[in-house]
C-alpha cells in the first residue's frame, strides 16, 4: 500500500504491520488502518500514528510508562474479544500528545489512552480513565 503523508512524504507500507482500530477513534471513525512511525534510532520516546485511511491524520504518540503513568485497566468482554486478548502483556498503553495552540507546551492524554494489542495489531482508544502520575529523582 501506497499513501502520500503530509508529515512523512511518499510511504510503502507493508500490509502485515498495520494496526487495525475496528471502531476508529473518537473523533475520527472514518480512520481504521494506521501504521506505527518512528525515528530510527534505537529507543524512540516519541511515535507517530498515520492513518491509511486518511492520509492528514496522524497522531504523536507515547508510551504511558515513559511519563511515570500507571494504569489499572479493566477490559469488558467486548473490548477483550475486539483486542482478541490472550496474554495481557501483549497489551502497549500508549497516550497522544498535543501541542496547545501550537505553542511550545506538549500535554498527553492521560484520560484515554490507546490499548495496543501487538500480537493482534488491534487497537482501541479507552475513554474516561484515571490515571496514577508517579515521578521519581534518579
Keep these: 500500500m501506497n499513501i502520500i503523508s503530509p508529515r512523512f512524504g511518499a510511504l510503502d507500507i507493508d500490509d502485515s504491520t498495520t494496526i487495525c482500530f475496528p471502531q476508529g477513534l473518537p473523533g475520527f471513525e472514518h480512520c481504521h488502518q494506521f501504521k506505527l512511525l518512528h525515528e530510527d534510532v534505537p529507543e524512540p520516546k516519541v511515535w507517530w500514528l498515520q492513518s491509511l485511511d486518511d492520509p492528514d491524520v496522524i497522531f504523536s ?73 508517579v515521578f521519581t529523582n534518579e
Design 61 to 133: 504518540l507515547i508510551e504511558a510508562g515513559m511519563l511515570g503513568v500507571n494504569y489499572q485497566i479493566v477490559l469488558s468482554d467486548a473490548e477483550a474479544e475486539l483486542l482478541q486478548v490472550n496474554d495481557p502483556n501483549d497489551i502497549a498503553l500508549l497516550l497522544t500528545l498535543s501541542r496547545q495552540d501550537g505553542g511550545g507546551e506538549i500535554r498527553a492524554n492521560t484520560q484515554s489512552p490507546i490499548l495496543l494489542n501487538v500480537a493482534s495489531r488491534l487497537a482501541l482508544q479507552k475513554a474516561g480513565l484515571r490515571a496514577e502520575i
